[in-house]
Every structure is written in structure tokens, then in C-alpha cells.
């Protein structure tokens, strides 16, 4: 029997459970963490055609929505779980994120401070509470919310990329000391990527350890970054000041010219890299 024949079959027989029966939404979570959208969206599709008031279901499906660029009906099935299921933290966490991405900042907090009260472990919650009230200007808050990721940050809600984020924002506190220990650490467990390499590169310019700054300026722009977390034009700009501080007159007006005129690349909130 076809199997979404079976499972609409199986309805009547339901009980009280909104989520009663349906199958696989654990397989669709996975899918759709692993990049395989169009597996999430058949198996979430068919938990709600069985459950259309399931949280579970809702939350993949909102996810997906948004991945297809359907960005109000993402949001829609995201606050309908939050509705039928106000306790639901993973329900929160995806609309949450789902706002940070669209600068709705106030409305983000709000989400992942709940969030942190229903699953206080999750330092990927934590975090991004803190990424939201920077963005509200609100350092003081966002410092204790950092802090509150730093005590939890391990098990499954562990946040690999804590000290980079963490590390940015000391920097930007002019805690240069702070900073350099969560960057150092950053670039120790994630020596690949652009963005660890490039803010511990303006580190270093601010501590005047230009050598440093340009090794890591250097390597910044050896690296890709399909994410878009760092630009090409924002690596231009920094080694162009490197080279000028260290007194590489040809290399600061090569970049200089560089990121005058290398094209502004219009982007969203860059997209976290949390497993």
C-alpha cells in the first residue's frame, strides 16, 4: 500500500497526541541538517498530512519553506508550532533564528530567551541570544549572555564556533587580552576558515603585532568562504592596512586599490555554522 494511502488510512484511529502517527520526523530533522531538502520536505509533508497540527512537523516544514525562499510561509508554520506548543524549545530556537536572519532583532530576543529558560544547556541559544542583543547595541547583556554559553558549552547543544563569536565581541569591547584567547583558541579548531583567521588578524593590528596581523590577514584570504561570513573586500581592506603599518608601500596601494574598487556585495545576516 502507498504509504501516504497508509498513513491517512490511520487518521481516525489517532488519539490525542497532535503528532500521533507520524512517522520519520527525526529522519526529516536530519535530512534537512544534512542538506537534503527535498527528503525533509517529503517526509515532514507527509507527517502533516496525517498531523497537520503537529509541532514537530510544523517546525521542519518552516524550515524547509524558508530554504525555498518561501519566507512567509516559513514564518507562518514556524509560529503556528509555537502556538499549539509554547514549550516546545526547538520551536522557538528555529523561529528565532529564523527572525536574527531577517535583523528582526527585539522579536529574536524574545524567542531565545525562552528558549535558554526551556533548554538552559543549549549554548547555541545562548549565543545566539547574545548575537541579537548586539545588535541592539545592548554589550552589557550581550556579555552575560556570552558568559552563560561559556559555562555550558559542551554535549549535544554545544557550540563549536562559541570562541570566535565571543572573541569578535571582546574585540570590539577594546578587551584585547579576553579576545586573544578565545581567538587563538578559535583558529586552533577551525584552522580552515576565513573569518576565525581574519578577526584575530584586526586583533592583532589593534595589539600593533602587525607580523601576526598580516600571517593571519594572509591566510584569511588564501581561504574561501561560501557562507559570505567575511568578504573578500573586508580581507582587502585589512591587509592594505597591515601592509601600510609595516611600512609595503606597492602591497597597501595594491589592496588599497583593491577594496576601492572590488563590487559591494549586497548579503543578509550571514548564516551561523552550527551544526
Not at 503556528?80 to 523561529?95: D, F, H, I, S, T
Not at 552575560?144 to 569578535?168: H, Q, T
Not at 600571517?215 to 584569511?220: G, L, N, W, Y
Not at 595594491?254 to 545576516?269: F, M, N
Request: charged share 30%.
Amino acid at each position: 500500500m502507498n504509504l501516504a494511502i497508509a498513513l491517512l488510512l490511520s487518521a481516525p484511529l489517532l488519539g490525542a497526541d497532535p503528532c500521533a502517527g507520524a512517522r520519520d520526523l527525526a529522519s526529516a530533522a536530519a535530512a534537512l541538517d544534512e542538506g537534503e531538502v527535498a527528503r525533509a520536505d517529503y517526509l515532514s509533508s507527509l507527517a502533516l498530512a496525517l498531523s497537520p497540527d503537529c509541532p514537530e512537523a510544523l517546525v521542519v516544514q518552516g524550515r524547509v519553506l524558508t530554504l525555498k525562499g518561501r519566507l512567509r510561509e516559513g514564518r507562518e508554520a514556524l509560529e503556528k508550532a509555537v502556538r499549539l506548543a509554547p514549550e516546545n524549545a526547538e520551536a522557538r530556537y528555529q523561529l528565532g533564528i529564523w527572525l536574527y536572519r531577517r535583523v528582526a532583532y527585539p522579536e529574536a530576543v524574545q524567542q531565545f530567551e525562552k528558549v535558554v529558560a526551556l533548554r538552559p544547556l543549549d549554548a547555541r541559544a545562548h549565543d545566539y541570544l547574545a548575537l541579537n542583543l548586539e545588535g541592539l547595541g545592548e554589550a552589557g547583556r550581550a556579555d552575560l549572555a556570552y558568559r552563560g554559553a561559556s559555562k555550558v558549552n559542551e554535549g549535544a547543544f554545544r557550540d563549536p564556533f562559541f570562541d570566535y563569536y565571543y572573541g569578535r565581541f571582546l574585540l570590539k569591547q577594546d578587551r584585547l587580552e579576553e579576545s586573544r584567547a578565545h581567538l587563538d583558541r578559535a583558529v586552533a579548531l577551525h584552522p580552515d576558515e576565513r573569518a576565525v583567521h581574519y578577526e584575530r588578524g584586526k586583533l592583532n593590528l589593534a595589539r600593533k603585532a602587525y607580523g601576526a596581523a598580516r600571517q593571519d590577514a594572509e591566510r584569511a584570504l588564501s581561504l574561501r568562504d561560501p557562507a559570505g561570513l567575511v568578504l573578500d573586500l573586508q580581507v582587502y581592506y585589512l591587509l592594505a592596512t597591515v601592509y601600510a603599518r609595516l611600512g609595503e608601500s606597492d602591497l597597501a596601494r595594491k589592496y588599497a586599490e583593491l577594496s576601492r574598487t572590488t563590487p559591494v556585495e549586497v548579503r543578509s545576516v550571514p548564516e551561523r555554522r552550527i551544526p
